[in-house]
């Protein structure tokens, strides 16, 4: 499971899980798909999708 924290520039990949501020819980690129619809969330999905093309650990 990868946590992903909304920046003022975007979503990035918190990998050690402690930035503060709203995150979103991503366990592979079909959840990204499903949060895509979701409008709590705008913008994760891409940013998921372009952290997916730099690392392969979410999909365990
Ligand atoms: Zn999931």
Avoid: H, I
């Amino acid at each position: 499971m990868r946590r992903f924290t909304r920046a003022s520039g975007g979503w990035v990949a918190d990998r050690g899980s402690r930035q503060p501020g709203r995150g979103a819980y991503l366990c592979s690129a079909k959840c990204a798909e499903r949060v895509a619809k979701n409008k709590r969330y705008p913008g994760l999905a891409a940013s998921a999708a372009e952290f997916l093309k730099t690392s392969s650990d979410m999909l365990n």
